[in-house]
């Protein structure tokens, strides 16, 4: 029996400093990213086998959050990526000087635009819609006009542009419709705003519990249903004029130790593996085309005729006024 014991205990010793002695990515995202049943896990069992490392996730609320965290850690922060910010936050990240530049072969990308960015990799992307259920909602509205002249029990969430990329992307999309008419439109729509909430995830919950007739998300968002529940009716409310795009991004900061490994994630972000993870676990479009294509689920999705999107430089100059002025029209 003491022989047993001294051989398990020395197979737990062993197991321990072999798992020291690899080394650890750390990387800060989203909650939903992060979820047992978000990409996380897929990928770090994949990368892991691949490099032969640990790969850790450190999940918040929003990946703005995600942000605001490594900030307040600096140059102390365990980070050695930031994944899923996307390019409405990428010039707010950058601003930060806390991101190194990158060196990934971005040439196969395939993407609604093109790219070019020193510091940031971009890994999937979307189009933000409002999302409801068709057995419920008959008549969705087709632009923000009819949203705002919807009866007035009509309600729906949506995220904090402070806190949330669906919630920025929405404060530009809204502007980008309205221009200078934006904070009339806000004031508008006010009454139809049940709660605005911190992240996604807390958003989308409330709209699955029927709180709300529709809820801020993404076009992709009914393919989860499709595929995973074998439900086709929730659905995205389709607005002619267009919708703005979500393309989630990845930077590794410049006080990682381990920036080799961490380029070598942002190289794999790109490959077919990663790709293929993406579209059932995250629920968007990767930005490279892989042999084995969409999952069928995709094909029933909305794709947008017109793309929207205000150039990252532009937002940062004007985000904080836009914010303030959202801030204004929805003050009681």
């Known amino acids: 029996m003491k022989t047993l014991l001294k051989y398990l205990v020395s197979i737990v010793v062993l197991t321990t400093i072999v798992y020291a002695n690899k080394p650890t990515l750390v990387i800060y995202t989203y909650d939903s990213f992060a979820a047992s049943w978000g990409p996380a896990p897929l990928i770090k069992k994949a990368f892991e086998k691949k490099y032969d490392c640990n790969l850790t996730f450190v999940a918040t609320s929003s990946s703005i959050g995600a942000l605001r965290k490594i900030q307040l850690e600096g140059k102390n922060t365990k980070a050695d990526i930031l994944l899923g910010l996307d390019t409405n936050s990428a010039e707010l990240a950058r601003k930060t000087g806390l991101f190194a530049v990158q060196h990934t072969n971005t040439s196969k990308l395939d993407l609604p635009i093109k790219w070019s960015d020193k510091n940031f990799v971009p890994f999937d992307y979307s189009y933000f819609a409002f999302v409801y259920d068709s057995n419920k909602l008959k008549n969705p509205p087709k632009s ?114 381990h920036k080799a490994l961490a380029q070598k994630f942002l190289n794999f972000m790109l490959s077919d593996e990663f790709a293929n993870i993406i579209p059932t676990t995250n629920w968007s479009y990767p930005v490279v085309k892989t042999k084995k294509g969409l999952p069928k689920g995709f094909a029933s999705v909305y794709v947008p005729k017109k793309m929207i999107l205000i150039d990252g430089k532009t937002v940062e100059k004007h985000r904080k006024a836009y914010i303030n002025e959202w801030l204004k029209a929805l003050a009681k």
Do not use: C, Q
Not at 179 to 190: I, S, V
């Open 144 to 257: 923000f006009d009819e949203l705002a002249n919807m009866p007035k029990d009509f309600k729906i969430i949506i995220e904090d542009p402070r806190s949330s990329t669906p919630g920025l992307g929405l404060l530009l999309w809204v502007k980008a419709t309205y221009k200078d008419k934006a904070y009339e439109y806000w004031k508008k729509l006010a009454p139809h705003i049940l709660t605005i909430t911190k992240g996604w995830s807390e958003a989308y919950n409330l709209f699955l519990k029927g709180e709300v007739d529709m809820v801020l998300s993404y076009t992709t968002s009914p393919a989860y249903h499709i595929i995973e529940e074998k439900k086709y009716n929730y659905k995205t409310a389709n607005f002619k004029a267009g919708h703005y795009a979500g393309i989630e991004i990845a930077g590794i900061l410049k006080s990682s130790k």
